[in-house]
């Protein structure tokens, strides 16, 4: 198993093999999600239904998180969890960040104020970023918003993939 090189936790793997989508949370971790693996828990569930109406299968997507493992209160174990979420990202055309703790590091931008929209990232090469609520939260995960979210960035993926 793979470990964190700053505090040493093992980490979750990300999951899904892509070259063109990445869909990056805010946190996945087991322990936040009661020791529910990724596939496993109601927010990657909720993307693959919603993707899979429009077409889009998530296992065409690397799934990944900006911790691999339980968030803590470090800024040097912050920065190399957040690089890995950058080195999954790479050379990826579409981007799904998802919850404010994403979107405020790549955007700049609560989840809430840019849901659904297309922008680009600084930090990231995709031509599309597209940001909404973490479908893991409880506030979030039976939420209209996050849907309509999902559906705007499948959307996306759908009719620019082969352009
Ligand atoms: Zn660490």
């Known amino acids: 198993m793979r470990q964190c090189e700053i505090c040493k936790h093992n980490l979750v793997d990300p999951v899904g093999r892509s070259n063109d989508i990445a869909i990056i949370f805010e946190d996945f971790t ?3 999600y009661g020791g529910q693996k990724i596939p496993e828990q109601f927010g990657y569930y909720l993307l693959r239904t919603e993707m899979g109406k429009l077409g889009v ?24 969890n ?19 703790g994403a979107t405020k590091f790549f955007l700049g931008k609560t989840a809430t104020a840019i849901s659904g929209i297309p922008m680009k990232s600084d930090l990231l090469g995709a031509e599309y970023v597209v940001g909404t609520l973490n479908p893991n939260s409880a506030l979030a995960g039976c939420n209209g918003e996050v849907i309509l979210g999902i559906q705007q960035f499948a959307k996306l993926v759908r009719e620019r993939r082969n352009k």
């Not at 493992?69 to 920065?79: E, G, L, R, V």
């Open 30 to 32: 087991a322990e936040t």
């Open 57 to 80: 299968d998530i296992y065409q997507a690397r799934v990944t998180s900006m911790w691999l493992h339980a968030p803590i209160k470090n800024f040097d174990d912050a920065q190399w």
């Open 82 to 100: 957040f690089q890995q979420a950058i080195l999954e990202a790479m050379g990826t055309r579409f981007v799904l960040l998802l919850g404010s």
